[in-house]
């Protein structure tokens, strides 16, 4: 099939009018369109059609990168080029992984740094083994959900925590996963994974345009938040990250950051749990009301933790990883599609659209309520992946109209529940590891609060907890909350290699590592995985068409953060779609849905993926940002 952007135009007989772009969400991304072209009329495959004439490719922006020995995708150029500069020089793929994700926390700081959390999924060739990490930190074991319902009552609606300010900063867990994940498969010294970042922090690196437009929103935010008593201190992150704030073309310098990141390098994981950062961390967030205390970072650990994976199609097994994270809403929707037949739908299709949002609604309903840190909830999710169980949730769906209203699926989830802006980047070596690794300060930039010399903001993701006793991500110490970043891989069977090997029947090929991938965006992640998986199987897209393909994001339903008693799940919620699926809207407002255009936080994506005949890896990056994908 020839697949082609369908831009602009589309929104004018679709839809009234097309909004324009608001500020984006959490972790979003606003909308960048490719290169406009000419339109054609839909075809009733799918509504976009034509392609490059240059390169022969449909709706792709670019050639996807080929690459024999290592390839990286990340959102900044500088970062892509570290990755590969640590591969050759002997490192392996996690090093060059650390050293991408360090210099990000330099160049792109609006949505991820030292001072937020880390999950991670690696392929390791030489056991033949997929790992997981959860390196999310929690909040202050002193902390009490009375201190977060008064933050809540003072700055919110009683309801939700406050976006700013110390009651939302739990402990940064990004050093810890970086050093763990060195430990098991890393080649380098630390220091060196971090010198070329330290380099760049006290000499000035470069800021683009895309970075810089967020960056310049830093201030609306923190300002309005310390005017009003919500963000406790506010001079350090000024100086740090907004005197002057950054311009598209600019270099920037984190003298702070590189001297933090050099004592890392130098002393170790301790340095930054144990050491003179520790204790800095400490004496500074007492100093703004916070309960966290030196134990509090003595003690934190991340997790070596299971990936959950799922068949689709007979063909790939995609892998998550599991709550506190938001991975498995993404297996729950493609277990739920796997039994309808989107490719005779056609990709864009309001039948394909349908099916997907409405399989979204109800993962989303079980993510509202058992997704949570499983040492407190005691939840198994597993049961959200049970043999049957979402293809039994997939009843529901009728891809003629919408649900008035959807529900957690009952029949599995209720006795046990009721008891009990980021970045994305990936990296592939010569040996055949390969990285997906998810780092992120939450909303904006983070908590606005930048301890005295370090050079790095608070993550604010203590504001995902919910603030009802029965819920299980109620607000509690010592607790991880709920999380949205999610890195993903999949493996896919090699049946013609199967085939010309072995005369064993089809079915008897083995799955084979195949794809490290992730999409950046709040709750659009899940969402995201599940279009680049439906893609690349479903509708036959390359590696770079499946994530320049246009994109729908849908908005409305519980949240982990709302009391178990909130009547959410009725309506049937607002579809975004970008503009090459505009042609939909009409058809989707007449199956019950609200409907706009252009408006909603597309994600961010980068991918890469293993070409089983040549053995080269192929990448992908994000049309939509500022990154690229390269290799050699």
Known sequence: MKYALFVGVACAFALSACAQTPEPTPEAAPLTLAPEAEPAPPTAAHPMTGQRPESGHPIATRSPVVAPNGAAATAHPLATQTALDVLKAGGSAVDAAIAANAM???????????????????????TQKLYGYNGSGRSPKAATLADAQAKADQFKDGKVLPSFGSITVTVPGTVDGWFALHEKFGKRPMADNLAPTV??????????EMIAWYWSRGPLRFEPAFARGELEEYENAR?????????????????DLANTLERIGTLGRGEFYKGATARAMTAYLRRQGSKMAYEDFTTHTGDWVEPICVEYRGEVKVCELGPNTQGVAALQMLEMLETFDLKSMGFGSPDALTAMVEAKRLAFADRALGYADPAFSGIDPSIFVAPGYNAKRAEAIDITRAMPEVAPGTEITDAALRDGDTTYLTVADKDGMMVSLIQSNYRGMGSGLVADGLGFMFQDRGELFSLDPAHPNVFEGGKRPFHTIIPAFAFRKDLP?????ATAPEMACPYEPWLSFGLMGGALQPQGHVQIITNLVDFEMGLQEAGDAAR??????????????TDCNTGTGKVMLERGLAGAAAELEARGYEVACCEANYGGYQAIMRDFKSGAWIAATEMRKDGSADGY
């Open 497 to 501: 290699g199967c085939q010309v090997r």
């Open 239 to 255: 100086k740090t990250y907004f005197d002057p704030t950054p311009v598209a073309g600019s270099l920037f310098k984190n003298p």
């Open 552 to 565: 729908w994001e849908h908005d409305g339903g519980c949240e982990p953060t709302d009391a178990l008693s």
């Open 104 to 126: 990000l926390g330099l160049v792109e700081p609006t949505g991820n740094g030292i001072g937020g959390d880390l999950y991670a999924i690696v392929w390791d060739p030489q």
């Open 199 to 208: 380099k760049y922090a006290r000499e000035g690196a470069p800021i683009p």
